[in-house]
């Protein structure tokens, strides 16, 4: 089966936006980025995901949130957290771009050498898993059983609801 990615939105749903999710194949999980802003009530597509604290219409969309890691705690990053299914590491992600590579350890500290932030980084490494799912599955997994096992697997934190962690036991 195939996953998609969105690590994209806004504040606004979009009529068209909702009805490509709609049109995409029932079996096809799409995982989204939940949005940057704390004061923001929803974000667009994640807040379709029939998941979370306020469910949307479609069952196969799963909304994620960022946090980060910090005196050995994980934190929420500051973004909005309404309505998210799932969180995964999103806060200081290592990148590499055509120009420079950013959280290098070997160049000076400053601002452009830190690691980028944000729900966008979160919701591929929650894609990631999926796929680890899908590929370690020996059944036909449809959106309803990836959002299951990312669940199960997730670390329960009274203060992020579920934290991503892969864990091959959970799925079938």
């Given at each position: 089966k195939d996953l998609i990615n969105m690590s994209l939105g806004g504040p606004l749903p979009s009529t068209v936006l909702e009805h490509?999710?709609?049109?995409?194949?029932?079996?096809?999980?799409?995982?989204?980025s939940n949005g940057n802003s704390p004061f923001s009530a929803s974000h667009f597509p994640a807040s379709y995901s029939s998941g979370g604290t306020t469910p949307g219409p479609l069952d196969n969309?799963?909304?994620?949130?960022?946090?980060?890691?910090?005196?050995?705690?994980?934190?929420?990053?500051?973004?909005?957290?309404r309505g998210a299914d799932l969180f995964a590491p999103g806060v200081d992600v290592c990148v590499t771009t055509a120009t420079t590579i950013r959280c290098d350890p070997l160049a000076p500290a400053a601002p452009e050498n830190l690691g980028l932030t944000g729900s966008s980084f979160a919701a591929p490494v929650m894609t990631a898993m999926a796929a680890?799912?899908?590929d370690s599955s020996s059944q036909n997994l449809q959106p309803a059983d990836i959002r299951g096992c990312l669940t199960a697997s997730?670390?329960?934190?009274?203060?992020?609801?579920?934290?991503?962690w892969f864990d091959s036991t959970v799925c079938p």
């Open positions: 490509a999710l709609e049109l995409i194949e029932s079996g096809i999980t799409v995982i989204t969309v799963i909304a994620v949130s960022a946090v980060g890691f910090a005196n050995n705690a994980w934190r929420i990053a500051g973004f909005n957290t680890l799912y899908l997730a670390l329960l934190n009274p203060n992020l609801s579920r934290m991503a």
